[in-house]
């Protein structure tokens, strides 16, 4: 499964990483039970918007790789403390300084149609992958490679031309199925709408914005999960979903800060449930399109950076549960500099970077004006997330003591996906992303990653940086990596593409009634497939 490989979009790889954050920790300690595992009952999720293809080579949202990542598989994945082990390889060889992995697969899996898998499969799905004909951002990693060989059914090897320390992770990248889509139009595939693959879980229904329906694979390699069924609801409103929680008619959510702190402390929730907080692996930023004329200049974003108080968004929105974000690493891990450019809150500051930038004169309104045209622009960010909204909505304020005018649109999902970040067509906007475990950030900061439904949509172009991510993801000594790495990010602090905001806590609430949920480095769900629900507790009954 393709654990931390995407949450909004892109989540990305590692070779090597020391954890330096403690596990997440259970606020109410998990029921202690003589009761053995048992199988049944099904793990009813709440998710804000609905998946847009299943397809995961084809999905750039977090809601279509969520899925994904039960009904596929990769060669490898993470163990709980972040090290690569095994998936649909059982091992593997790295020789010629690196430049050589040799894969040996397992035996007797099969996809959840009954057809066996093999080196076949993993060709196939490197072959599909690097097509220019398939619309992906998720090629890059396997252009790195030079050759690649099924040499029998269980043997599946990869050479390098130069060394690619992601090597190994980014065959984490789901296996595709080459019986049911060599030769064909993959955009067009059913497998968009109904997948088959051979992960624990084995698609069941699909109803477009309400619900999609997983039931377990009793034939799974690592043995039969014992949660019987997983149903995603869509519900895009957080507030009717923490009502949904409430009754009980979930069983599992991310929580809002206030809902962690004050709406969930009382006896119906105490008695009930089990919360999880850790620092994410996450960041929320202010991204601007630098194809917009008001944002070419970095004076302007660093302006802006100045003008935003980040603390007041992390006491006032996350409620202290969060820090501010400094780049795209996250906090005391291997990559992270925490020795870049600062941008405190100074709104003298940012008014002087404004003027310096032409923009010198107040209008009427006490709006700034450059050649007569007022600084207006517009951030959009995605319905249901009312943590996005309220920053939208504190940044306005702030900016508009500098004489920047902030409008903000809400939209639905999917549209806001499609019909604006893949089309470019937004002033700014306000999204997060997944913070790697390596700091391979090639796709979504290089210059060559800006075409339609690629990651780098804000439009960055630094040569310097896109050299840096080159080097970077072709050394292997860690040292040496953290070099370019630290760089990239005084170079990010420098340039402001992004505002980076805050790495919030993550905020799992889950219905105690599911055993078997043990916190680590990585997070909850690794072992999700272990999870459990003791016979005499079970509540639903999953028809296959």
């Given at each position: 499964m393709r654990a931390f490989r995407l949450?909004?979009?892109?989540?990305?790889?590692?070779?090597?990483?020391?954890?330096?954050?403690?596990?997440?920790?259970?606020?109410?300690?998990?029921?202690?039970?003589?009761?053995?595992?048992?199988?049944?009952?099904?793990l009813v999720r709440g998710e804000i918007g609905d998946a847009s293809n299943l397809i995961p080579l084809l999905a750039s949202d977090s809601p279509s790789h969520s899925i994904a990542g039960m009904v596929y598989n990769g060669l490898v994945k993470y163990d709980k403390d972040m090290n690569i082990v095994g998936d649909l390889a059982e091992s593997w060889d790295i020789t010629a300084k690196g430049l050589v992995i040799t894969f040996h697969l397992r035996k007797g899996v099969k996809w959840h149609d009954g057809q066996p898998f093999t080196a076949a499969d993993v060709?196939?799905?490197?072959?599909?992958?690097?097509?220019?004909?398939?619309?992906?951002?998720?090629?890059?990693d396997f252009r790195a490679v030079k050759k690649a060989e099924a040499l029998d059914d269980y043997t599946f090897r990869v050479t390098y031309d130069k060394p690619f320390a992601p090597a190994l992770i980014s065959w984490s990248s789901s296996i595709l199925p080459r019986h049911l889509l060599s030769g064909k139009d993959i955009t067009k595939s059913p497998l968009a709408r109904h997948p088959i693959g051979t992960g624990p879980y084995k698609f069941k229904e699909w109803v477009a914005g309400q619900k999609i329906v997983l039931v377990s694979n009793p034939d799974y390699f690592e043995g039969r999960p014992y949660i019987d069924g997983q149903i995603t609801r869509i519900i895009p409103d957080t507030a009717t979903m923490f009502l949904e929680l409430r009754a009980q008619n979930l069983g599992m959510m991310g929580l809002t800060p206030l809902q962690y702190t004050r709406q969930t402390e009382n006896n119906l929730?105490?008695?009930?449930?089990?919360?999880?907080?850790?620092?994410?692996?996450?960041?929320?930023?202010?991204?601007?399109?630098?194809?917009?004329?008001?944002?070419?200049?970095?004076?302007?974003?660093?302006?802006?950076?100045?003008?935003?108080?980040?603390?007041?968004?992390?006491?006032?929105?996350?409620?202290?549960?969060?820090?501010?974000?400094?780049?795209?690493?996250k906090h005391g891990t291997w990559a992270y500099n925490d020795k870049v450019k600062i941008y405190n809150y100074s709104p003298q500051k940012a008014s002087e970077l404004l003027r310096e930038a032409g923009w010198t004169k107040l209008n009427s309104d006490g709006v700034l004006e450059k050649d007569g045209k007022p600084f207006v622009f517009e951030i959009v960010t995605n319905q249901g997330n009312d943590t996005?909204?309220?920053?939208?909505e504190i940044i306005q304020r702030q900016l508009a003591e500098v004489g920047i005018t902030v409008k903000i649109r809400i939209l639905e999902w999917s549209a806001f996906v499609t019909n604006f970040i893949n089309k470019r067509r937004f002033d700014a906007v306000i999204l997060g992303w997944t913070i790697p475990l390596d700091p391979d950030a090639y796709d979504v900061w290089h210059s060559s990653k800006?075409?339609?439904?690629?990651?780098?949509?804000?439009?960055?172009?630094?040569?310097?940086?896109?050299?840096i991510l080159e080097k970077g993801r072709s050394t292997f000594d860690q040292k040496e990596r953290k070099k370019y790495y630290d760089r990239f990010q005084e170079i990010l602090a420098e340039d402001q593409?992004?505002?980076?905001?805050?790495?919030?806590?993550?905020?799992?609430?889950?219905?105690?009634?599911?055993?078997?949920?043990?916190?680590?480095?990585?997070?909850?769900?690794?072992?999700?497939?272990?999870?459990?629900?003791?016979?005499?507790e079970q509540k639903y009954t999953m028809t296959r």
């Open positions: 949450l909004f979009f892109l989540s990305l790889i590692i070779i090597s990483f020391t954890a330096c954050d403690k596990k997440p920790a259970a606020v109410k300690a998990q029921p202690l039970s003589a009761k053995q595992p048992a199988y049944g009952d099904i060709l196939y799905t490197y072959q599909v992958t690097v097509d220019p004909k398939t619309p992906t951002a998720y090629a890059e929730f105490k008695n009930n449930f089990n919360k999880y907080r850790y620092l994410s692996f996450a960041y929320t930023y202010l991204g601007y399109n630098l194809k917009n004329p008001l944002f070419t200049d970095k004076r302007v974003r660093q302006a802006i950076s100045y003008a935003i108080n980040k603390d007041e968004i992390i006491s006032g929105v996350l409620l202290g549960l969060g820090k501010p974000a400094t780049g795209p690493y996005r909204q309220k920053c939208a800006t075409k339609p439904e690629e990651l780098n949509f804000i439009s960055y172009n630094n040569k310097e940086a896109d050299k593409p992004y505002t980076f905001l805050y790495v919030p806590e993550a905020l799992i609430i889950t219905h105690n009634r599911f055993r078997g949920i043990e916190p680590a480095p990585i997070g909850l769900e690794y072992n999700f497939i272990k999870w459990y629900v003791p016979k005499d």
